[in-house]
């Protein structure tokens, strides 16, 4: 399961009550690094984290604040990624490309 969410993602619906701000994408990477981006006042802010898949449960860890974070998830099609948690609910798009580049300084 963890290879059919490697790529690029980009959220395109959410509960109300989840602010992820102006746009979020993510990358999930074959290796286990999710690279999670979200604009907000038009800059930005990109964090680097790990995930693995154990069954329908995506597990991910930031290691700046080191916890793990464990999310439902199913795939609806090839190109829509459905996440739980909390009881809020998003649904992602696959993307060809990520809107913002990592800051390789």
């Known amino acids: 399961m963890q290879t059919q969410i490697v790529g690029f993602w980009e ?4 509960t109300p009550a989840v602010n992820f701000g102006e746009r979020v994408q993510m990358n999930f990477s074959p290796s286990g690094q999710l690279t999670y981006g979200a604009l907000d006042e038009g800059r930005w802010q990109v964090m680097l984290m790990s995930y693995r898949v154990e069954g329908a449960t995506l597990i991910t860890d930031q290691p700046s604040s080191p916890r793990e974070e464990s999310t439902s998830f199913a795939l609806l099609d090839d190109r829509t990624l459905q996440l739980e948690f909390g009881g809020s609910e998003c649904v992602l798009e696959r993307v060809p490309a990520l809107s ?6």
């Open 11 to 14: 959220l395109r619906s959410s």
């Open 100 to 105: 913002f580049e990592l800051d390789k300084h």
